[in-house]
T-cell receptor
């Protein structure tokens, strides 16, 4: 149980293009999904929190117009990196919290490695 | 400013030994604490969590929590080479999010 998938697992794009990353909870309903970014040899940095049917809450310093998050259902959230630039190259990981869990465990997707040329 | 401090390592232990991973946190409001393991190039996977002072055991893993000292640790008994990874400590914040430390890199030597 508690499986989270991400697609694609890796993507290479040209500077200025937009990239969409999908995050799905496969066997549970996710009340909340989180998007993290991880640069090499650094820890996970929370970018935003999204609840189904409402606008995402972005962490300080994260541009909401650049990183568009849509959480259309209890099993799907998408992150769109708009007008990507080389400095956006990173490992993007989503996680999901299951409805009904008492202690707020987050289950992570396998991550998406984005390379912007 | 929330802070989570972990010794970055690398921590090297021989196979079969006990590995001890430590974490201190600054947010006194944190109530639950999570340990994740992350292999190189992969996403984190949950090992266990603890919310009460004292010890919590799960197989070869034991989490220890001391809220007064703002300290949480993870012990791995009978360490195996497959345990070699980065271990992330993550207290839960008041906003019901997790705040991750930079992790401790563990190497188990066969």
């Amino acid at each position: 149980g508690a499986v989270v998938s991400q697609h694609p697992s890796w993507v290479i794009c040209k500077s200025g293009t937009s990239v969409k990353i999908e995050c799905r909870s496969l066997d549970f309903q996710a009340t909340t999904m989180f998007w993290y970014r991880q640069f090499p040899k650094q820890s996970l940095m929370l970018m935003a929190t999204s609840n189904e049917g409402s606008k995402a809450t972005y962490e300080q310093g994260v541009e909401k117009d650049k990183f568009l998050i849509n959480h259309a259902s209890l099993t799907l959230s998408t992150l769109t990196v708009t007008s990507a630039h080389p400095e956006d190259s990173s490992f993007y990981i989503c996680s999901a919290k299951s409805r009904g869990l008492r202690y707020n465990e987050q289950f992570f997707g396998p991550g998406t490695r984005l390379t912007v040329l | 400013q929330k802070e989570v401090e972990q010794n970055s390592g690398p921590l090297s232990v021989p196979e079969g030994a006990i590995a001890s991973l430590n974490c201190t946190y600054s947010d006194r409001g944190s109530q639950s604490f999570f340990w994740y393991r992350q292999y190189s190039g992969k996403s984190p996977e949950l090992i266990m969590f603890i919310y009460s002072n004292g010890d919590k055991e799960d197989g070869r893993f034991t989490a220890q929590l001391n809220k007064a000292s703002q300290y949480v640790s993870l012990l791995i008994r009978d360490s195996q080479p497959s345990d070699s990874a980065t271990y992330l400590c993550a207290p839960e914040t008041g906003a019901n999010n997790l705040f991750f430390g930079t992790g401790t890199r563990l190497t188990v030597i066969p």
